[in-house]
């Protein structure tokens, strides 16, 4: 099974990928990720990439998409890939299907979390990460026992560079004035599940479960769910 996570930053895209791909034994490719590994390690993509991604705008669809078909191919699709992040829009869309008819596969869901606007400004508003690896909290409902301070490794806490306001207000204008228009080009391939992503992790990943192939689900038990606060 190959699956889409779509939803806006805040959404619970990351969390929920991480749970599917550890239950469905799915492989994750989240464009986010690749896109800060590449920044980070100065790769020539990153180079070309990391002002867009400063500005908070999307990074030209050449150069994701290189990218993530690039990642696909080293990943592999025997055992089924989960994508987060990506496509982002039509063109996008449509170079991940040639990608997968080249490789005699397609994607068979869509998943869209969906958040209101409001509830996506005050959960990404409010998140933090620590320096040494990235642990989340948020000071308003999963805040550190020392303030600033990293209960897991000591580090003190930042916002991500995308977390500040105004980028977070120009990405979501982004993603609900062109992301989503990919709800009606999967809709159409009668792939797209909607999913209500106010609701608790776990109802949102039991919703979408239930809402799978149950001969493609591997049945297991939700032991360990992380806090509403780290959704993204």
Avoid at 27 to 45: H, Q, V, Y
Avoid at 182 to 195: A, C, T
């Amino acid at each position: 099974m190959n699956i889409i996570l779509i939803g806006a930053q805040g959404s619970g895209k990351g969390t929920q990928a991480e749970l599917l791909a550890t239950h469905l034994q799915l492989k994750p490719c989240a464009s986010g990720e690749l896109l800060r590994a590449a920044i980070a390690a100065e790769t020539p993509a990153g180079l070309a990439a990391k002002p867009y991604y400063d500005r908070g705008d999307l990074v030209p669809d050449q150069l994701v998409i290189d990218m993530i078909l690039d990642a696909i191919r080293d990943l592999g699709v025997a055992r089924g890939i989960l994508l987060d992040g990506f496509p982002r829009n039509f063109t996008q869309a449509q170079a991940l299907d040639a990608r997968m008819a080249a490789l005699g596969e397609r994607i068979d869901k869509v998943i869209y979390l969906d958040v209101p606007r409001n509830i996506l400004l005050d959960r990404l508003s409010s998140r933090y990460v620590c320096e040494a690896y990235g642990h989340v909290w948020n000071v308003k409902t999963h805040p550190t026992r020392v303030p600033g301070i990293c209960d897991h490794d000591g580090s003190a806490l930042k916002q991500r560079s995308d977390d500040k306001p105004e980028k977070i207000a120009h990405r979501l204008d982004i993603f609900f004035n062109e992301t989503i228009y990919l709800l009606d080009y999967y809709r159409m391939q009668n792939k797209l599940m909607r999913v209500d992503g106010t609701s608790s992790i776990e109802e949102v990943y039991q919703e979408i479960i239930s809402d799978l192939d149950p001969s493609l689900v591997r049945q297991s038990a939700v032991s360990t769910l992380p806090d509403e606060s780290s959704l993204s």
